[in-house]
């Protein structure tokens, strides 16, 4: 079975501090995997999806990036941290383009 | 481009009554349609789906949901909810272009 793994669950820190949040996807190859962000009442909001190694699109312009070093490894990272990046990262994946996505168990983000 | 809207911010149900979160969808070309749900403390979950064929889908937990096409909606009921119900819920679609756009959420509260 499938399994996705997010690393760390809770983060805090401090303003122009850089950022690395990880994704690891097991139990599957060549996934599309992605990147979200859940703000209260908001819904997600989709950030980065990636659909093969090297392969990243962008949604949203912004202050993070995000990398795909192996087929089953997704990277979101800042450079310099706002507050506003404060929040809930939802990494997930899926098998094909427009099919169900499983999503991992998150990373809360607290820029102080 | 398409965008996702949850009638409900918040609903308080009683255990057995039945349960309805409206969802409406636009865009005017072929979707694919989602409900998922995240329980306190857990991460999101696929409750259903549905791409093509019969419009009323079953899912886990006695969940189920009508596409009507006509209506651009994708309703979830569930006849008798119980205590464990108690998440929040989010419509989402997928279209032409990867992005899985979700509508804002609903928190349903079952109380004893």
């Known amino acids: 079975s499938q399994t996705i793994h997010q690393w760390p669950a809770t983060l805090v820190q401090p303003v122009g501090s850089p950022l690395s949040l990880e994704c690891t996807v097991e139990?599957?190859?060549?996934?599309?995997l992605y990147w979200y962000r859940q703000a209260a009442g908001r819904g997600l909001q989709l950030l980065f999806y990636?659909?093969?190694?090297?392969?990243i699109s962008s949604e949203v312009p912004q202050n993070l990036s995000a990398s795909r070093p192996q087929d089953r490894q997704f990277i979101l990272s800042s450079k310099k941290l706002l507050l506003s990046d404060s929040g809930f990262y939802l990494c997930?994946?899926?098998?094909?383009?427009?099919?169900?996505?499983?999503f991992g168990p998150g990373t809360r983000l607290t820029v102080t | 481009a398409q965008s996702v809207s949850q009638h409900n911010h918040h609903v308080i149900l009683s255990e057995a009554a039945s349960l309805e979160l409206g969802c409406n969808y636009s865009?005017?070309?072929?979707?694919?349609l989602f409900w998922y749900v995240q329980y306190p403390g857990q991460h999101l979950q696929l409750l259903l789906k549905?791409?093509?064929?019969?419009?009323l889908v079953k899912g886990i937990k006695g969940f189920e949901a009508e596409f009507i096409k006509s209506k651009f909606s994708f309703n979830l009921r569930k006849p008798s909810v119980q205590w464990s119900d108690t998440a929040e819920y989010f419509c989402?679609?997928?279209?032409?272009?990867?992005?899985?756009?979700f509508g804002a959420g609903t928190t349903v509260t079952v109380r004893a």
């Open positions: 997930a994946w899926s098998r094909t383009d427009r099919g169900e996505q499983y």
């Open positions: 139990g599957t190859s060549n996934p599309n």
């Open positions: 990636s659909v093969g190694i090297g392969q």
């Open positions: 865009y005017g070309g072929t979707v694919n």
């Open positions: 549905y791409f093509s064929g019969d419009p």
């Open positions: 989402a679609v997928i279209t032409n272009d990867y992005k899985l756009s």
